[in-house]
């Protein structure tokens, strides 16, 4: 059923303060579609309806009434607003209306659709509690001490695959202003070398690394190079240079190497511990909260386990 005048070449205009031209309203198309989908899983509303409600559509036996739609549209929207967002539900309507038939028509014998959506509301209503408890009970504080911890206790779990280094990096272009006053700064040994060697980057470098606590994979550093100047077996050998290619010059040098199948240090590995750390932490908090919650049942001798 038809239930407007304007095309669909009409419906894609996008002139200059038209409909699709508003953020707002292209969100509000969003909303439709997703409602569309929704009220087909849910069926049309089963009250009485009134002589004047307007049936827009229908799929096989299922019929779509323009009551279905009470609370889509906006107040004060113009009849021609209106009418678009109307137009738009009944077409995704339409379609999901008989997607939804079609799946019906093939559920496999002996599937319970019923005890699934029981079961899924149950674990959603579940996993939303959980939620609430966590971010309202969960500590989220790992110290230093806990990790170093959990380190010591763990480390033989983290043994390296690949080589792994600190180190300081610099990839910029060849014609960049100030490059001898930027190799000096870096041979140098100052404070003032190290913040006018960070300034300089900052303007200039493609890509740096200058901070002396982070471990990289020796790979990640070698593909900013060109190919072959750094790989996990000439590192060992390759640990101060400065190297120029056609467009780029490169300042590497190793502060510290952990070779493969070494154990890896606990820098490395920080946000790895960090999040086991929390994960123990939750599974322990739920599975107190539940113990509680079961024991406040007992206590008030409202569970009863028939033999």
Same mark, same amino acid.
């Given at each position: 059923?038809?239930?407007? %005048?304007? !095309?669909?070449?009409?419906? *894609?205009?996008n ?24 009220l087909?899983?849910?069926g ?8 004047? $409600?307007?049936?827009?559509? *229908?799929?096989? $036996? ?8 009470d ?11 209106s /009418?678009?967002?109307?137009? /738009? ?9 008989? #997607? #939804?038939?079609?799946a ?7 599937l319970?659709?019923?005890?699934? +959506? ?7 209503i ?21 990790? /170093?911890? @959990? ?5 033989e779990?983290?043994?390296?695959? !690949? ?7 610099? *990839? ?19 404070? /003032?070398?190290? !913040? ?36 996990? $077996?000439? +590192? ?11 467009n780029?010059?490169? @300042? @590497? ?17 920080? $946000? ?6 929390? %994960? ?14 079961y024991n ?6 409202? +569970? !009863?386990?028939?033999?």
């Amino acid at each position: 059923m038809r239930i407007l %005048h304007k !095309t669909d070449q009409n419906f *894609k205009q996008n002139e200059p303060g038209g409909f699709l031209k508003s953020t707002r309203f292209l969100l509000y198309f969003l909303v439709i579609f997703a409602g569309a989908a929704s009220l087909v899983s849910c069926g049309s509303k089963g009250e009485k309806r009134s002589k004047d $409600d307007r049936l827009l559509a *229908k799929v096989y $036996d299922k019929p779509l009434y323009l009551s279905d739609m009470d609370g889509m549209i906006p107040e004060g929207m113009s009849s021609e607003d209106s /009418a678009l967002i109307i137009n /738009a539900f009944v077409r995704s309507w339409v379609r999901e209306a008989a #997607l #939804l038939r079609e799946a019906e028509r093939n559920i496999p014998s002996g599937l319970d659709i019923d005890k699934l +959506v029981q079961d899924y509301r149950a674990s959603l209503i579940k996993h939303n509690y959980e939620n609430i408890a966590v971010d309202k009970l969960l500590d989220s504080t790992v110290t230093q001490s806990q990790l /170093a911890a @959990f380190y010591e206790k763990n480390k033989e779990q983290y043994q390296l695959e !690949t080589p792994i280094i600190r180190c300081y990096f610099i *990839k910029a272009p060849r014609n960049a202003p100030q490059l001898s006053r930027a190799q000096e700064w870096w041979n140098g040994n100052t404070a /003032a070398d190290s !913040t006018a060697l960070a300034n300089w980057c900052n303007a200039n470098a493609v890509i740096h690394h200058l901070q002396s606590n982070i471990w990289y994979k020796v790979e990640d550093i070698g593909a900013y190079m060109p190919q072959g100047s750094l790989t996990v $077996d000439n +590192v060992k050998t390759r640990r101060d240079f400065v190297q120029r290619d056609e467009n780029f010059i490169y @300042f @590497f040098k190793v502060l510290e190497l952990v070779s493969k199948k070494e154990i890896a240090p606990l820098a490395y590995i920080e $946000d790895q511990a960090r999040k086991v750390i929390l %994960h123990k932490r939750k599974t322990q908090l739920l599975e107190e909260l539940k113990d509680k919650i079961y024991n406040e049942a007992m206590n008030k001798k409202q +569970v !009863t386990i028939f033999e």
